[in-house]
């Protein structure tokens, strides 16, 4: 028990040392958050402050039960009385690690022992880093803690504890509760001639009909109609938004495929850079220990130790691959499909590493420090792919964040969309439209952020100030972010040539100005091209937004 507590210990360690190394960033950078979180977080900041935000058709749309985990939103609340929303989704990430590894040790310690279950931790910490998903503080970050509990209950056959662990899977996840449940369903249907299979399926119904109704209870009617109908699948196979190279990923195609371009894009996509290039060397490295230890042993039946992937996990790739295709059919009724492949198919690679190491701790279980010097090795493979999957906002662009913060509260800001996205997180004021908020799954919802986006690109490059004025008349716009940058591919328009004496704030290359300065424009300043205006719905239909 020692033992097996010391090797805990060390690999929960292990866990938060590397969670350092990787997310450094937020001890010292206040705006290194998940992209995510300046649409699924920053709104909470509303529990500090009711004023926030009000009447803002993004915030209101984000808030919906089905996209905000109500015991997350609980958590949150709870924590605002002490720290910013935004600040705990950077400290988030690193408790979600520690629990997962530490079911994730327990759980895997009944499979081949203690040693078994440090180096599957231990591979589990080298590769969390690769993908995104945990970072941010999201709902969908608690899917390893959630599921290596139920492994531990699986294993550890310790059923009393399911229905609870149901519960807070639909509360939380609830892709880890249908992943979960389906798991056992799969794993009864193989084993249906246990004799104690019949106890343990009174006992997974009862957990079944427990998340049911919670999942009930959370989704019936909690969707808005003011958002309009949710996209099918076919409004998605239409749609390029939808594609690999699109705004939602759902078609594992990139859509320029079906335009007729050459297959070397779709190469390019997949390599990207020489660091995937440096990690296929690293992994070879590794199968040529493997295949050297093979050949030392010289016995056949090793490679099926080396190789060795438990039950479990089989079980958890083929039901993800079900699911998969069973979401696609009833699409986003059972949340986004690659949700259910996305982070369960990878921890064959996680087994499987972990595995090797241990195989190799027990090859040279004389020679602990080979063993030493084989995790390091694995630790410096893993790493050119480590990602913290924080944003990178250079200081000229902070310097307009808090410009922003301090105006008033009610202020509704017009901006380059892709300036945009941080201005609700940063500046804790309302956009008019952003990049990151602009999501097809609403018709409704996407009808009316691309109406706002072509407005916004119209008014943003037009030669007739009135134009400018009519748009911040009909949005109640009460400041129009400029960045010089847009105009050196769009040519002249009236806010490239705005007086200094109208800009209220400037860093850099971007501009803030109010509406009153705006207003106190004469409209003879500046050309008016009104044949550019003439047709409102032709404009919109040729326009590009504004990036």
């Known amino acids: 028990m020692l033992k097996k507590n010391l090797l805990l210990f060390t690999s929960l360690i292990i866990s938060f040392i590397l969670a350092c190394i990787v997310e450094h960033r937020i001890f010292t950078d206040y705006t290194a958050i998940s992209d995510d979180v300046r649409n699924q977080i920053y709104w909470m900041a509303r529990l500090i402050d009711p004023s926030l935000y009000p009447s803002d058709f993004?915030?209101?749309?984000?808030?919906?039960?089905?996209?905000?985990?109500?015991?997350?939103?609980?958590?949150?609340?709870?924590?605002?009385?002490?720290?910013?929303?935004?600040?705990?989704s950077q400290i988030l990430p690193f408790i979600l690690v520690i629990i997962s590894t530490f079911f994730l040790f327990q759980a895997t310690s009944f499979t081949r022992g203690i040693r078994y279950a440090f180096w599957v931790s231990f591979a589990f910490n080298l590769y969390i880093w690769t993908i995104s998903g945990l970072p941010g503080g999201l709902p969908r970050g608690f899917f390893y803690p959630l599921f290596f509990y139920f492994l531990w209950i699986y294993e550890s056959k310790n059923w009393k504890w399911l229905p609870f662990c149901f519960i807070l899977q639909s509360l939380i996840y609830p892709v880890a509760f249908i992943l979960s449940f389906s798991f056992l369903i799969f794993d009864l249907l193989i084993n249906k001639r246990n004799s104690k299979n019949n106890l343990r399926s009174f006992q997974v119904c009862l957990a079944f009909f427990s998340g049911i109704a919670v999942l009930a209870l959370r989704y019936i009617g909690s969707f808005s109609h003011a958002f309009g109908e949710l996209v099918t699948l076919k409004d998605v196979i239409k749609m390029p938004e939808f594609y690999a190279d699109g705004r939602v990923n759902i078609i594992p195609i990139p859509h320029y495929l079906l335009k007729g371009k050459t297959i070397k894009y779709f190469i390019t996509d997949i390599f990207p850079s020489a660091e995937s290039f440096i990690a296929i060397i690293g992994f070879s490295l590794l199968v040529l220990v493997i295949l050297y230890i093979i050949y030392k042993e010289k016995k056949l039946n090793h490679i099926k130790s080396i190789l060795f992937i438990p039950k479990y996990i089989w079980i958890l790739s083929i039901v993800s691959i079900l699911l998969y295709f069973v979401s696609l059919t009833f699409l986003f009724y059972?949340?986004?499909?690659?949700?259910?492949?996305?982070?369960?198919?990878?921890?064959?690679?996680?087994?499987?590493?972990?595995?090797?190491?241990?195989?190799?701790?027990?090859?040279?279980?004389?020679?602990?420090?080979?063993?030493?010097?084989?995790?390091?090795?694995?630790?410096?493979?893993?790493?050119?792919?480590?990602?913290?999957?924080?944003?990178?906002?250079?200081?000229?662009?902070?310097?307009?964040?808090?410009?922003?913060?301090?105006?008033?509260?009610?202020?509704?800001?017009?901006?380059?969309?892709?300036?945009?996205?941080?201005?609700?997180?940063?500046?804790?004021?309302?956009?008019?439209?952003?990049y990151e908020a602009n999501i097809p799954f609403h018709k409704g919802y996407y009808k009316e952020l691309k109406e706002r986006i072509l407005d916004l690109d119209q008014a943003y490059f037009s030669k007739d100030l009135r134009s400018i004025k009519s748009f911040i008349r009909e949005y109640g716009i009460d400041y129009i972010v400029i960045d010089d940058k847009n105009f050196?591919?769009?040519?002249?328009?009236?806010?490239?040539?705005?007086?200094?004496?109208?800009?209220?704030?400037?860093?850099?290359?971007?501009?803030?100005?109010?509406?009153?300065?705006?207003?106190?424009?004469?409209?003879?300043?500046?050309?008016?091209?009104?044949?550019?205006?003439?047709?409102?719905?032709?404009?919109?239909?040729h326009k590009k937004p504004l990036n």
């Open 58 to 88: 993004i915030a209101s749309y984000f808030t919906q039960p089905p996209l905000i985990s109500p015991v997350v939103k609980f958590i949150y609340q709870f924590v605002s009385c002490w720290i910013d929303p935004m600040k705990f």
């Open 334 to 434: 059972l949340y986004m499909p690659q949700r259910y492949i996305q982070y369960s198919l990878w921890l064959v690679l996680v087994f499987l590493g972990g595995n090797v190491l241990y195989q190799l701790d027990c090859f040279f279980k004389n020679k602990r420090s080979i063993s030493v010097i084989m995790a390091i090795l694995a630790l410096l493979v893993a790493s050119v792919r480590w990602d913290d999957d924080l944003i990178l906002i250079k200081e000229e662009e902070k310097k307009v964040y808090s410009f922003l913060l301090g105006t008033p509260k009610d202020s509704l800001i017009a901006a380059p969309i892709k300036l945009a996205d941080n201005i609700p997180a940063f500046s804790k004021r309302s956009v008019l439209a952003s």
């Open 488 to 541: 050196k591919k769009r040519g002249d328009a009236i806010l490239d040539d705005i007086p200094d004496s109208c800009i209220e704030f400037k860093s850099g290359r971007y501009s803030v100005i109010s509406k009153e300065k705006i207003d106190t424009i004469s409209c003879s300043y500046g050309l008016v091209a009104n044949d550019l205006f003439a047709d409102k719905k032709q404009v919109k239909s």
